[in-house]
């Protein structure tokens, strides 16, 4: 078919550019595999103690809605249930990373007119994009099912860890295969491919807690699938033939579609606006929040979803809290005197406060990426001072994170309030409690652009080793100065604990200090281009 | 008179690489200053430091009896700037774009918007990704041109536009030339400085090697003579002639090389061979610009001076 012609060059470029990213997250994937289930073997020699700690683990809702039933009431069971979660998620990112930025990354940059002139088919760059995402999804799966056996557990839970991580790749790539052909916006394209990711999500999250029937539904999700694996549970292999047949349905879409469009256009084509700028959009700030007010609607939808499926599990947990042990359990992680409930809306909101994050520091980036592109150039050469025009996107960042947070924060509570005996106020207060904790994650990005601009992008590898340590902290006994490097380990334990306030103050004043090196950096070295 | 813009000695190193070694640059209230180099000269650089976004490793610059590193903010108001490569925000239109920039700048002229508008047929709600390369630079431009500052600072304007809007282009900068505002016009392209430029500064290897008004800078070169002869003399006799720096003969035809000062001279002694055709051409730009940017490639290959002007 001449239409591929071209993909194997395709390919080989694509290779070149992103080798040591898939080598990197690769190596990650399967290390994070095998520590996890290297600690919980050490924690836990036998099934036999796996099974006495994990009944707790097994009926706990806040664990569930996150990752899933456990597979199996097995050591195995229990070193994988977060890698499944993990595992899953990191397939579906990297797929979708790698596809978007092989297809509309670059058509709309322009850089594929130079490619596309030469001997290229039409579908050569979907198809070498979704090969690139493939082979590093089986990659990661393999790899990760070789450290799993490395920690001498049985080959076929290994492989079906494996087969997790290929079936949620799988999908994705083909999802956004096809969100790529509907939008013209490389922007426009993450919106639909993640916002079907969080559906998915949701879904999942609900029908796992979920009662009786309603645990069915699990199967409308992708990531469903992906956990109904079930790695050293019931190893349900077979479920990578139902992802192979969806990618193919999806990449079967996305190839009539990429038939319907020309090169660079999307199916929905782009309109045409004002003649006139409106009177707000006349300052720095006024074009910050131009610029991020859509991505912003998009997070807010996202969280108001979110905290009302958190809110309304707080009736199935109240439900459970008769559970002796569990109540115990939860009774520690909230700080001793918080009820179960509590402690379960605890959990929760500090994960949406990590997702908070991740959004405050995207917001931050576009300073790297307005400058980058040479936009920034334009705005600082008129009376826009350079600290006018950091601050106006740190502000969209930090208030952008914390009005999230008060979305987030009033939907579980409402939710919770009406379902439960939890109270609105300390849903709510607990909820924006974690706002300093996002601000130094706004921080630290800012003063990596301001002082190391080149190398910006590593706020999120931050963000990653704060995720990580929260996670895989307990688990591989860090010591407690590593634990304390995460903001979100000063958080103190509400709603119902204490508040840690000396932890609360110390992260502001990171984040002011953190703010204030960045912008200093800022004005001291020269613009990029 | 202060000069509106004084550069002396600029130094600009990335790296180990100088972009800017030892620049010096003067412009006066008033004119049209053309700044002529090939890529990569570093006009662009030269420009960013004026401006205030690179800060520059040694030498002396002023903007308006000012440093336009400490007080970039304050001078801004008083400059509109055209990059060289511009790129728009994806998601605005050309129309928002204008009023952006001219707010932050501190206001723009209504009249002079919309009759830029009509002049360089620009559609303004078209949004950033769907311009094509010259209607971006026409966007910047409109957004330039609209305002009432004092100083223009164009970064190679006219890349992307097509002959017909150029044209459009030197009409408004007549027009800007006329309201006395002054304006830094960097190029590669000579014909449009040559055409709009008072003053020219030529710029290579990021240094100034040549600045003056045209006249004089033509003073220093050499004019074109072709002539045909009805009685032609022997080539290495013409060679020897003073005056004469490169000679060739074509049966009946002689193309020379002649310093501008002794071109009478010439024309005396061409006259007695007899006159059957003749055109002298003075140095164009394009001359100019080639004969410093020869120099460069002589002494960096070394290479055997050859006389490759026609």
Known sequence: MTSL????????????????????????MAGLAYSTMAATLDLYPTDAEAAAGAKVMAENPSITALYGPLPSLTAAGVGVIKTVMMGSLFGAFTAFALVRRHTRSEEEEGRFELVGAGVVGRRAPLAAAVLLAVGTVVAA??????????????????????TVIV??????????????????????AAGIALGVLGL????????????????????????????????????????????LGATGVLLVVADVLLHHRDLGAGLWAARTGPARAKPALGSAVGLAWRLQRGSLIGWTIGYAVLGLVVGSMAKSVDQIASNPGIED???KMSGGNGSVLDAFLGTELRFMAVGAAAYGIAAALRLRGEESAGRAEAVMATATSRWRWVSSHVLVAAL???????????????????????????????????????LVCVGLTLALFGVLPRVSLLAWGLLAVFLLIGELGAILKLPDWMMGLSPFDHLGHLPGGDADLAGLVGLLVVALAALEVGAAGFRRRDVAT | MAPVIEATGLIKKFGSTTALDGLDLRVDEGEVHGFLGPNGAGKSTTIRVLLGLLRSDGGTVSLLGRDPWADATELHRQLAYVPGDVVLWHNLTGGEVIDLLGRLRGGLDEG???????????????KGRSYSKGNRQKVALVAALASDVPLLVLDEPTSGLDPLMENVF??????????????????????????????????????????????????????????????????????????????????????LSVDTSSVGEVLRRLDTHGIAAITCQPPTLEELFLSQYRDELATADDAPKEEVRA
């Open chain 2, 112 to 126: 002079k918007r919309g009759k830029l508008l009509e002049a360089f047929d620009l559609d303004p709600t078209k």
């Open chain 1, 400 to 438: 952008g994170s914390l009005w999230l947070l008060l979305v987030v924060g009033t939907c579980a509570g409402v939710a919770a309030a009406s379902t439960s005996g939890a109270s609105f106020g300390a849903v709510l207060g607990a909820a924006l409690s974690t706002w300093p904790a996002v």
């Open chain 2, 170 to 255: 030197l009409e408004q900068l007549a027009q800007v030339r006329a309201e006395g505002r002054t304006v830094l016009l960097s190029s590669h392209i000579l014909s449009e400085v040559e055409q709009a430029a008072d003053r020219v500064s030529i710029i290579r290897a990021g240094r100034v090697v040549d600045s003056g008004s045209l006249a004089d800078l033509r003073h220093l070169t050499r004019t074109s003579v072709e002539a045909t002869l009805t009685s032609p003399p022997h080539v290495t006799d013409v060679e020897r002639w003073p005056g004469v720096q490169a000679a060739r003969q074509d049966r009946d035809r002689f193309v």
């Open chain 1, 329 to 331: 359990m939860l009774r």
């Open chain 1, 141 to 162: 799966g393999l790899l990760s099912a070789l450290a799993l056996m490395g920690t001498g557990v049985d080959t076929t839970g290994s492989v079906a860890l494996g």
């Open chain 1, 5 to 28: 012609a071209g993909t194997g060059p395709l390919l080989r470029l694509a290779w070149r550019r992103d080798r040591w990213l898939v080598l990197v997250l690769v190596l990650v």
């Open chain 1, 200 to 243: 998915a999500f949701v879904i999942r999250a609900m029908a796992d807690t979920a009662t009786g029937g309603g645990r069915h539904l699990v199967w409308l999700s992708f990531l469903g699938w992906a956990e109904r694996v079930s790695p050293f549970g019931g190893n349900r292999l077979w479920v990578l033939l139902l992802a």
């Open chain 1, 167 to 188: 079936v949620a790749g799988l999908v994705m790539a083909g999802v956004t295969a096809v969100a790529v052909q509907l939008t013209s916006t490389t922007r426009g």
